[in-house]
């Protein structure tokens, strides 16, 4: 992409060099296109139509800077969840030296951190599964062990909302539809 700077001191010449192509984004241009179809740049606009432009580029670059975030954050956590789980799974065999409960735990820990790193290819699917093992395995024990339930249950509320808000963001990636998102 050969982007250009749209600053206001070379613009009065973009705008009367009479330009076959976008000055920002290269496209070709209809002759007399106001606008750029491609990334709505003003090519032949005024100073208010390049005002609104910049605003609205700052605007999705904005927007697309929190859906990252949120992104990584929800991968960041199937990380931190897999880092529970293996101390989990020794503590619980330190308590009980128990085989199986070591095993399982340690495989769902390797699961959390396939799906994170999945998560760089496929954010959505990844982070959406990472949520539903979390949401089962929390199922499961609540049921088998009723009392853990309560136990740290501000930190798991901050996990499956971090998730969900993951899920969501990613979503929005995976559609491509950034330009959809009301700006
Ligand atoms: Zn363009």
């Given at each position: 992409?050969?982007?250009?700077d749209?600053?206001?001191?070379?613009?009065?010449?973009?705008?009367?060099?009479?330009?076959?192509?976008?000055?920002?984004?290269?496209?070709?241009?209809?002759?007399?296109?106001?606008?750029?179809?491609?990334?709505?740049?003003?090519?032949?606009?005024?100073?208010?139509?390049?005002?609104?432009?910049?605003?609205?580029?700052?605007?999705k670059?904005?927007?697309?800077?929190?859906?990252?975030?949120?992104?990584?954050?929800?991968?960041?956590?199937?990380?931190?969840?897999?880092?529970?789980?293996?101390?989990?799974?020794?503590?619980?065999?330190?308590?009980?030296?128990?085989?199986?409960?070591?095993?399982?735990?340690?495989?769902?820990?390797?699961?959390?951190?396939?799906?994170?790193?999945?998560?760089?290819?496929?954010?959505?699917?990844?982070?959406?599964?990472?949520?539903?093992?979390?949401?089962?395995?929390?199922?499961?024990?609540?049921?088998?062990?009723?009392?853990?339930?309560?136990?740290?249950?501000?930190?798991?509320?901050?996990?499956?909302?971090?998730?969900?808000r993951?899920?969501?963001?990613?979503?929005?990636?995976?559609?491509?539809?950034?330009?959809?998102?009301?700006?």
């Amino acid at each position: 992409m050969n982007q250009v700077d749209p600053t206001f001191e070379n613009w009065e010449e973009i705008r009367h060099s009479n330009a076959a192509s976008c000055q920002n984004c290269g496209t070709e241009l209809i002759e007399n296109a106001r606008f750029c179809d491609v990334c709505g740049y003003p090519t032949t606009g005024d100073e208010m139509d390049l005002k609104r432009y910049k605003w609205r580029s700052e605007k999705k670059e904005d927007l697309k800077g929190s859906i990252q975030k949120q992104v990584r954050v929800g991968r960041n956590v199937l990380f931190i969840v897999a880092g529970f789980n293996v101390v989990g799974a020794f503590t619980n065999f330190g308590m009980f030296s128990d085989y199986g409960m070591l095993i399982s735990l340690l495989i769902i820990a390797a699961c959390y951190v396939a799906l994170a790193r999945w998560s760089y290819k496929k954010p959505f699917a990844a982070i959406l599964s990472g949520l539903v093992i979390y949401m089962l395995t929390q199922i499961y024990s609540g049921i088998t062990f009723p009392e853990t339930i309560v136990r740290g249950i501000v930190f798991k509320v901050v996990i499956v909302s971090a998730l969900i808000r993951g899920v969501a963001n990613a979503r929005m990636i995976s559609r491509k539809n950034m330009e959809a998102v009301g700006v």
